[in-house]
């Protein structure tokens, strides 16, 4: 790719930044990134905007180079500006620094001359990149990277490893946001060995010992609608402080209603998670069938504070205001989506 060739030429020292949330995309396009330019002889660094859980460290420190990464805020590196500044995998300025434990005082990116932002997210970013490498039809960045950046001949057996992972991560292990270039590729990335089976047990078979709690309380606080076809998680801040959850636990129990149980319901098509963390936060998150939902779940959500992030399928934002009306509020906007009307109004 001769723009990224032409950037890269210029610049001796390298700063990447992987987005939050965590995941096998963020990580590992990161990983095969780094690992390509110091192959070009680039001094680089790779940074996760996260301190690192040990429930984390269980489930992605099997990844080649990991411990390479550096975990941790990235706002006091980023205040030393040193060659060019690569953000991975995100659209917003609060995902590329912990502003889970202090959002205040954002890092400003201007003052790195060169910003090259890779990503393939559907929603328009906010402007945080001088260069931009897009691909919303991509299955996920890694994607991107292998297809467009790396060359075939540099993909060995740990970087298969990464991607693999990468791909199965973002694509539910190929049962959503796939295309036939993403199979394509991770055919090449099975021929050069890639470890499928500690992928496959990590992305689905490796609970904690809480996992049937968990799935007890998303069973005791489910909603099906069937009018909606749509099935809703709505706890409130008193009763999630009651459980008195981990950070492990939380993410756990959100995934385990939004990839596991809710979308193995036979004849609802949408499942929304509505979690107000702290009294007035609400964290929405929200999956759709790949056959039958046919409503753009970012595109609809922005009418209830959503920044319209995500995919077609599968979005998560945070947003201000009262749970009983939000989930009024994305109830009537699911009933006005699913009323016939010409595709130009929709």
Not at 82 to 108: C, K, M, R
Not at 232 to 244: D, E, G, V
């Given at each position: 790719?001769?723009?990224?060739?032409?950037?890269?030429?210029?610049?001796?020292?390298?700063?990447?930044?992987?987005?939050?949330?965590?995941?096998?995309d963020?990580?590992?396009?990161?990983?095969?990134?780094?690992?390509?330019?110091?192959?070009?002889?680039?001094?680089?660094?790779?940074?996760?905007?996260?301190?690192?859980?040990?429930?984390?460290?269980?489930?992605?420190?099997?990844?080649?180079?990991?411990?390479?990464?550096?975990?941790?805020?990235?706002?006091?590196?980023?205040?030393?500006?040193?060659?060019?500044?690569?953000?991975?995998?995100?659209?917003?300025?609060?995902?590329?620094?912990?502003?889970?434990?202090?959002?205040?005082?954002?890092?400003?990116?201007?003052?790195?001359?060169?910003?090259?932002?890779?990503?393939?997210?559907?929603?328009?970013?906010?402007?945080?990149?001088?260069?931009?490498?897009?691909?919303?039809?991509?299955?996920?960045?890694?994607?991107?990277?292998?297809?467009?950046?790396?060359?075939?001949?540099?993909?060995?057996?740990?970087?298969?490893?990464?991607?693999y992972?990468?791909?199965?991560?973002?694509?539910?292990?190929f049962?959503?946001?796939?295309?036939?270039?993403?199979?394509?590729?991770?055919?090449?990335?099975?021929?050069?060995?890639?470890?499928?089976?500690?992928?496959?047990?990590?992305?689905?078979?490796?609970?904690?010992?809480?996992?049937?709690?968990?799935?007890?309380?998303?069973?005791?606080?489910?909603?099906?609608d069937?009018?909606?076809?749509?099935?809703?998680?709505?706890?409130?801040?008193?009763?999630?402080?009651?459980?008195?959850?981990?950070?492990?636990?939380?993410?756990?129990?959100?995934?385990?209603?939004?990839?596991?149980?809710?979308?193995?319901?036979?004849?609802?098509?949408?499942y929304?998670?509505?979690?107000?963390?702290?009294?007035?936060?609400?964290?929405?998150?929200?999956?759709?069938?790949?056959l039958?939902?046919?409503?753009?779940?970012?595109?609809?959500?922005?009418?209830?504070?959503?920044?319209?992030?995500?995919?077609?399928?599968?979005?998560?934002?945070?947003?201000?205001?009262?749970?009983?009306?939000?989930?009024?509020?994305?109830?009537?906007?699911?009933?006005?989506?699913?009323?016939?009307?010409?595709?130009?109004?929709?």
């Amino acid at each position: 790719m001769k723009a990224f060739d032409s950037l890269i030429s210029k610049s001796n020292a390298i700063l990447i930044i992987a987005s939050r949330p965590l995941d096998f995309d963020s990580l590992g396009s990161g990983l095969i990134l780094k690992k390509y330019l110091e192959s070009l002889g680039k001094k680089v660094k790779l940074v996760y905007p996260e301190t690192l859980t040990g429930y984390s460290r269980e489930v992605y420190g099997f990844l080649p180079f990991f411990k390479e990464i550096i975990f941790g805020d990235s706002r006091e590196i980023l205040k030393h500006p040193d060659g060019l500044l690569i953000l991975l995998d995100g659209t917003s300025l609060v995902q590329f620094y912990d502003a889970f434990q202090d959002p205040s005082n954002p890092p400003d990116f201007k003052i790195w001359p060169e910003r090259l932002r890779i990503d393939h997210h559907l929603q328009k970013p906010e402007k945080l990149e001088t260069r931009l490498i897009r691909d919303p039809q991509a299955s996920s960045t890694t994607e991107i990277i292998l297809h467009r950046i790396i060359p075939p001949g540099f993909i060995n057996q740990q970087i298969a490893t990464i991607g693999y992972a990468a791909l199965a991560g973002d694509t539910g292990n190929f049962c959503w946001n796939f295309t036939a270039s993403t199979l394509k590729l991770a055919s090449v990335l099975v021929a050069k060995d890639a470890d499928k089976l500690t992928i496959i047990n990590r992305l689905f078979y490796f609970k904690s010992a809480n996992y049937f709690k968990l799935v007890k309380l998303v069973i005791d606080n489910v909603e099906f609608d069937p009018k909606l076809k749509t099935v809703f998680l709505t706890i409130p801040y008193r009763k999630l402080k009651t459980w008195n959850l981990s950070e492990e636990d939380y993410r756990e129990m959100r995934l385990t209603f939004l990839e596991e149980l809710g979308r193995k319901v036979r004849g609802f098509d949408r499942y929304v998670a509505l979690l107000e963390k702290d009294p007035g936060h609400i964290h929405v998150s929200a999956r759709g069938n790949n056959l039958n939902n046919k409503i753009n779940l970012p595109k609809m959500f922005m009418e209830v504070g959503g920044n319209g992030g995500g995919h077609f399928n599968a979005l998560g934002f945070e947003v201000e205001g009262n749970l009983g009306e939000v989930k009024a509020r994305v109830k009537k906007l699911i009933g006005e989506y699913l009323l016939p009307k010409p595709q130009s109004l929709r």
